[in-house]
């Protein structure tokens, strides 16, 4: 197919430079591992900023809720991906709120 690529020393130093890393299969339907230390990186900074205990504990719910319908790299989800969620929030959320405040 490739007749000047030398397979056996291509592979050799293939190896070598894959040995230095830790490489982990993801599953398709698993929530990527990139995006779950992502979200607790987001609720860490949040704690140190000082946020209750009761909001961080939301936001964890909401950021897993997320990830488990998403399931891809953080920085595979584009900005309207995080939006056309949140807007499907308002539609669960919203009646409740309305039937609470009369």
Same mark, same amino acid.
């Given at each position: 197919?490739?007749?000047?690529?030398?397979?056996?020393?291509?592979?050799?130093?293939?190896?070598?430079?894959?040995?230095?890393? *830790?490489?982990?299969?993801?599953?398709?339907?698993?929530?990527?591992? &990139?995006?779950? %230390?992502?979200?607790?990186?987001?609720?860490?900074?949040?704690?140190?900023?000082?946020?209750?205990?009761?909001?961080? %504990?939301?936001?964890?719910?909401?950021?897993?809720?997320? @990830? &488990?319908?998403?399931?891809?790299? @953080?920085? &595979?989800? @584009?900005?309207?991906?995080?939006?056309? *969620?949140?807007?499907?929030?308002?539609?669960?959320?919203?009646?409740?709120?309305?039937? @609470?405040?009369?």
């Amino acid at each position: 197919m490739y007749p000047n690529i030398e397979v056996e020393n291509t592979k050799n130093k293939l190896s070598t430079v894959l040995s230095e890393y *830790y490489i982990q299969r993801v599953e398709l339907g698993e929530v990527h591992p &990139d995006l779950e %230390d992502k979200i607790q990186l987001f609720i860490s900074a949040k704690r140190l900023v000082g946020l209750s205990s009761i909001t961080l %504990d939301n936001y964890l719910l909401e950021l897993s809720r997320f @990830a &488990d319908i998403e399931k891809k790299k @953080a920085e &595979d989800i @584009a900005t309207y991906v995080y939006v056309k *969620y949140l807007n499907s929030l308002i539609f669960y959320v919203y009646p409740y709120f309305l039937k @609470a405040s009369k």
